[in-house]
């Protein structure tokens, strides 16, 4: 079993690897986008919380995604392992993920950070959004606020799990296969 963070800049890759994760190791992903949403269709307590707030245009706060994760890891039955993806995204949910972890007798394994230089960044998501209909895919203004927030906001996330010896930094460049195979490879190595 194994319970990863994966880590890098929109555009990176996170949700293509993710993909070819799952199919492999039989991870569960858990995305709190997927989560959210699927907590208020279900129209679960933390669900209707969420919308009420997301409606309002306020930020769902920490511990109602740490609470909707939590419930997610004690149903997760017989799970090979989470793939956490898009969490966490500060410092404050990594120390609260690794709480709400370790109360279930698990923790984060390592976090692999896929290292994408800023102009592949652009070009990736330019290309992504002439398919998938994201209006912030097809922004460049909107693109380079993405990248710059999640260097000022996310980037410590990193400095976190490597003050615990748990990032796995990855070249996040090549193709999808070859980048695929160094994943495997530092999965296969803990």
Do not use: W
């Amino acid at each position: 079993m194994a319970n990863l963070v994966l880590f890098g800049p929109p555009g990176a890759g996170k949700g293509t690897q993710s993909e070819r994760l799952i199919e492999k190791y039989g991870f569960i992903h858990l995305s709190t986008g997927d989560i959210l949403r699927g907590e208020i269709k279900a129209q679960t307590t933390r669900g209707l919380e969420a919308k009420k707030l997301m409606d309002a245009g306020d930020l769902v706060p920490d511990d109602v995604v740490i609470g909707m994760i939590e419930h997610k890891i004690e149903t997760a039955v017989g799970a090979k392992g989470f793939i956490f993806d898009g969490f966490p995204r500060t410092v404050a949910q990594a120390e609260a993920l690794d709480s709400a972890l370790e109360s279930h007798g698990l923790a984060i394994d390592a976090m692999i950070a896929l290292a994408v230089p800023d102009d592949e960044l652009r070009t990736r998501l330019l290309e992504r959004g002439k398919t998938s209909g994201r209006a912030d895919d097809q922004n460049l203004d909107k693109i380079n606020n993405r990248i710059s927030v999640y260097k000022d906001e996310t980037m410590p996330v990193a400095e976190f799990y490597s003050g615990q010896n748990k990032y796995k930094g990855v070249h996040g460049v090549g193709s999808i296969d070859s980048i695929f195979s160094d994943i495997c490879s530092v999965i296969e190595d803990l």
